[in-house]
């Protein structure tokens, strides 16, 4: 219902006079064309989910959902995982979530550890002592914790 999907036949769960008076479920972002609710999750992701673009506007004052970030641009919210993952194509537009001096503050989410340059990788199933303090994952990813 007012999702921008029909789910019925006729498509009267999607008519503006039907989801113009629809409140969206907890969780969810009303849209300010009242066309369709998101994921408040999606709202300043950089990515336009709104028709009328709503979703990417008033960035700077909008708070993210939990386990997101703000970009240091103010401008754009970032999940958890792709802070500090040493990606900059998905991450934010300025840089800022790869940035040493945040990534070295940065908290590591459950089952990834921090690599030596501050970026999180996932944690394998089987780690092993390669060195005195010096645990690796697996053979692709040393991370450099104490034993």
Request: charged letters at 25%.
């Amino acid at each position: 219902m007012c999702d921008a999907y029909s789910d019925c036949h006729d498509g009267s769960d999607e008519w503006p006079e039907v989801c113009e008076n629809w409140g969206c479920t907890v969780g969810h972002w009303k849209c300010a064309d009242n066309v369709k609710c998101i994921y408040d999750y999606v709202v300043c992701d950089s990515y336009t989910d709104c028709y009328d673009g709503s979703d990417e506007v008033d960035c700077a004052n909008w708070k993210c959902a939990e386990g997101w970030w703000k970009c240091a641009d103010n401008l754009q919210c970032l999940d958890d995982e792709s802070f500090c993952d040493g990606r900059l194509k998905y991450g934010c537009h300025d840089g800022s979530d790869e940035w040493p001096e945040i990534c070295e503050r940065h908290v590591c989410r459950e089952h990834f550890t921090k690599c030596a340059d501050f970026t999180c990788i996932q944690v394998s199933c089987c780690a092993i002592e390669s060195a005195p303090g010096v645990m690796f994952h697996s053979a692709a990813y040393p991370t450099f914790n104490q034993v």
